[in-house]
């Protein structure tokens, strides 16, 4: 892209930010209202960046949040912080890529909730910054950002509370994930066929996909496979993600009224988080925004993928 072109593009994206920033000063009007106090919203590593905003901003709207962080420390600090603007939350230790944690969380939330209303996947990581595109943490990426999004939605479908709305579980996500992105794309043809029929999709072929890229990590030929070219463990986790949120759509789908569920995915473009080194061009709070919105639709629609309030093909 020439300098003009990245130069409109930057144009239409501030146009949508404002957009959005006007949309976002409108209040629910009471018919839209389904939530209210009773209604719990877990979402993890949600104790900084674009999770604490998301939390943050959830609380604001009424909801009973829990704030989870794999660490105490910097929980209670995010737990504190919201505490000095007058807002409530709850507060669990969680880290999604250990089992123990997992089920000790879901006890827990059962415990003092009952169950939970709407589940935000939001912990992952990426250890990536600028143009670098290093596999150095390949495993954990994986096993953070794709595993521990399953792991979650596991322990928690069986605790979500019935409802006329139905309950939502919402991933964050990334355009980095596409399968025929723009900036980034798979490029092995038998897997990008696989990965946009939605029939095609199965838990065994994500996960193959994942081990088959660790695979290829450890022997040092990922690079010949036709996979992502920016930030590619990240990317694959993503494209993982996407597939996941997909599929579980489809799974949950048939769910009599009362105890649907709903599955969406978003991307929250690129904040500026410790995720990005402090890089990206929108703050925290506009990144969260789509996030809220779309885990606070009356009519909520399942196998989506959002960004700036629309959405977004996978």
């Known amino acids: 892209m020439g300098k003009a072109g990245k130069q409109r593009a930057k144009e239409r994206r501030e146009k949508r930010l404002e957009e959005i920033t006007q949309l976002r000063k409108i209040p629910y009007s009471p018919s839209d209202r389904w939530w209210s106090s009773n209604t719990v919203a877990v979402v993890t590593g949600s104790n900084r960046g674009i999770g604490f905003e998301i939390a ?3 609380s604001i709207h009424g909801l009973r949040v829990v704030l989870t962080s794999r660490s105490l420390g910097p929980g209670s600090e995010a737990v ?8 409530k939350v709850d507060y669990y230790p969680l880290d999604v890529t250990d089992d123990s944690s997992v089920r000790s969380f879901a006890d827990w939330i ?6 939970i209303d709407i589940l935000v996947n939001n912990a992952g990581v990426n250890f990536n910054k600028g143009s670098e595109n290093s596999v150095e943490h390949a495993a954990e990426v994986i096993e953070t950002n794709y595993y521990g999004t ?8 069986p605790l ?11 991933n964050v996500s990334s355009r980095l994930g596409r399968v025929d992105g723009r900036r980034n794309r798979l490029g092995e043809k038998t897997l990008r066929e696989q990965f946009l029929k939605e029939e095609s999709i199965s838990e065994e072929l994500i996960d193959q996909m994942m081990c088959n890229f660790l695979h290829q990590v450890n022997d ?6 036709g996979l992502p070219q920016v930030f590619t463990d990240y990317s694959l986790s993503k494209l993982a993600v996407n597939a996941y949120t997909r599929l579980m759509a489809r799974v949950l789908s048939s769910r009599p009224t009362g105890r649907k569920i709903f599955v969406n995915c978003c991307c929250p473009g690129w904040a500026k988080t410790s995720m990005t080194g402090w890089e990206g061009n929108t703050s925290p709070e506009e990144g969260a925004d789509t996030a809220v919105w779309a885990v606070l639709l009356l009519d909520s629609p399942s196998g989506k993928f959002f960004a700036e309030r629309r959405e977004l093909t996978f």
Do not use: C, D
């Open 56 to 58: 943050r901003q959830l």
């Open 80 to 87: 504190n912080g919201l505490a000095n603007e007058g807002l």
């Open 110 to 115: 059962l415990a003092a909730h009952g169950g």
């Open 150 to 157: 399953k792991r979650m939605i596991h322990a928690m479908v």
């Open 160 to 170: 979500m509370k019935p409802s006329f709305h139905g309950a939502r579980i919402l």
């Open 220 to 225: 040092g030929s990922w690079g010949s496979k």
